[in-house]
């Protein structure tokens, strides 16, 4: 087959996949006509104001803003942009894994390899999920995958500084991407120096290593005290309390914590399948560690991901939901069909063409894995909410509504009204900050407040009033002894926590 020929078929495959991958997601999100996730109407905050008044609502110095910018010029809606920008994304992944390299071949062993690897991301419900509830993160994976495509498998026979450009820009570029996935490129970068360099460590690190070690972390600490929303030391405070002394493994707290009725059993499927296939690896990496090879290498070409897919799964992580470990758990879902890729490499074409027709075909039941009913708020509730306090407000010109984290994000894109989940640290006039408080009786907050007529309903469990209203109900509550009222005030739906420092440096004018 001509060269020419051979790499057209490669690219008209790869757009197709692409293209398959993106209309399906695209189908997905389309399954609610409001925006997707828990954090969506955030990024439509971030739009709206760039598109109001030139700066964020949110200073944040991320890629993911002028990309969905562009799709808000084409669409001309910022919720149809969002779910645009998020099924490209995703296709974009798919693209990505098919042009993964693959070892020189004939045609059809090259392609069926790709194919494979293509066809894992399409089928996934698991990234249907995380494109939905987390395109920023969606965005800083795809640059992870990329920066660890573009470091060789084995370790390059001659020194060429150009070779690392792309390396280095790619490492750049996922640095304003997103924190977490820049974090794990980094960890990445040492495991392959580690699994390259394994026969000589630690000999001449301190000589070689450590020079360019500090000048890139000085670097990354300027760029952080630079632009918005970068890593900065201040971002440490996040760790406190990510440790556990009780260790947990995290594909079996998630099925736990999160319902096994919320995960189809395409996505259960995918989640066991990735989480043996890891264990698998592990299995391997401990028969190899005892046998070195004779290229001084002792863990095989495999090591640094599979080494990286365990740290995802440290077990002495606090679990919940909104934690750290439920994050890695989530991108090691992704992460773990590059271990398949590599396994694939090994098989003839027969075994990966049949293996990425059987998954291509799955695809088109596995997408709705994703269900905005059982995965995201019910922002038609919060529509209600949002119109009826609205309305209440008019005469008011409230400064500040205090309400918990997607009702507020929704509350502020819909009515053009400042809310977050934080009690405020610097002063607002008492008529003008408000609450919108969930789970608590009317007439036990009307009864508690003393001011029963600037306490309004809602409609349902949800309630409209002014912020020292609710700090009178709460200290009369104490002072009676109601420990259930109180422990409706402490619900996550009633925000009683101010801003913490590394949020407020976070959020802070450049």
Not at 19 to 41: E, F, H, I, V
Not at 278 to 283: K, L, M, R, V
Not at 356 to 368: E, H, I
Not at 489 to 495: A, I
Request: charge should be positive.
């Amino acid at each position: 087959m001509k060269p020419e020929i051979r790499t057209s078929i490669l690219l008209a495959a790869g757009f197709a996949f692409a293209a398959m991958s993106a209309w399906l997601r695209y189908l997905a999100l389309c399954q609610t006509p409001y925006a997707n996730g828990w954090d969506s109407y955030f990024y439509l905050v971030q739009l709206k104001s760039l598109k109001e008044t030139g700066a964020m609502h949110s200073p944040e110095a991320s890629l993911i803003y002028p990309y969905l910018q562009w799709f808000y010029r084409i669409c001309g809606d910022y919720v149809l942009a969002l779910k645009a920008g998020i099924a490209v994304l995703a296709g974009a992944l798919c693209w990505l894994a098919f042009s993964l390299p693959a070892a020189e071949g004939p045609f059809w062993t090259v392609f069926s390899r790709k194919a494979a690897a293509a066809s894992l991301f399409l089928f996934s419900p698991h990234l249907g999920y995380f494109a939905a509830q987390f395109p920023k993160n969606l965005l800083g994976f795809m640059l992870l995958i990329a920066f660890i495509a573009s470091l060789p498998c084995e370790k390059p026979a001659v020194r060429n500084t150009w070779r690392w450009l792309l390396p280095a820009f790619l490492l750049i570029l996922n640095y304003f991407g997103h924190r977490l996935t820049f974090a794990l490129a980094v960890l990445y970068a040492g495991l392959w120096w580690l699994e390259h360099n394994g026969s000589r460590f630690p000999k001449k690190i301190l000589r070689k290593a450590l020079p360019w070690l500090l000048a890139v972390t000085v670097a990354w600490l300027a760029a952080g005290s630079v632009f918005p929303g970068l890593f900065h030391p201040v971002d440490l405070g996040r760790l406190k309390g990510v440790f556990s002394l009780h260790p947990q493994f995290a594909p079996w707290s998630f099925v736990d914590s999160f319902g096994i009725g919320r995960i189809s059993p395409w996505w259960l499927v995918e989640i066991v399948l990735f989480t043996l296939v890891w264990g698998w690896f592990s299995a391997f990496m401990a028969f190899r560690l005892f046998r070195k090879n004779s290229d001084g290498n002792f863990f095989g070409n495999a090591f640094a991901l599979w080494a990286l897919c365990s740290v995802l799964l440290f077990p002495f992580l606090e679990w919940s939901l909104t934690s750290l470990s439920y994050r890695f758990f989530l991108v090691f879902v992704l992460l773990t069909p590059l271990l398949v890729i590599r396994w694939l490499e090994q098989k003839t074409a027969l075994t990966g063409l049949i293996f990425a027709a059987v998954l291509t075909g799955c695809s088109f039941f596995s997408w709705k894995g994703y269900n905005p009913g059982k995965h995201d708020p019910d922002y038609a509730v919060f529509d209600a909410i949002t119109h009826r306090a609205t309305q209440r407000l008019g005469g008011y010109s409230p400064e500040l509504v205090i309400a918990h984290n997607a009702l507020a994000e929704y509350f502020t894109f819909s009515s053009g009204i400042d809310a977050m989940p934080w009690l405020p640290e610097y002063e607002i006039a008492p008529e003008r900050l408000w609450r919108i408080a969930a789970g608590i009786p009317l007439q036990t907050l009307r009864y508690y407040s003393n001011t029963p007529k600037e306490v309004y309903s809602l409609g349902g469990a949800w309630v409209l009033l002014p912020e020292y209203c609710w700090e009178q109900a709460i200290e009369a509550a104490k002072k009676e002894g109601d420990d259930d009222f109180l422990a409706q005030t402490r619900l996550w739906q009633n925000p009683s926590r101010r801003r913490p420092g590394w949020l407020l440096h976070r959020k802070r004018k450049f």
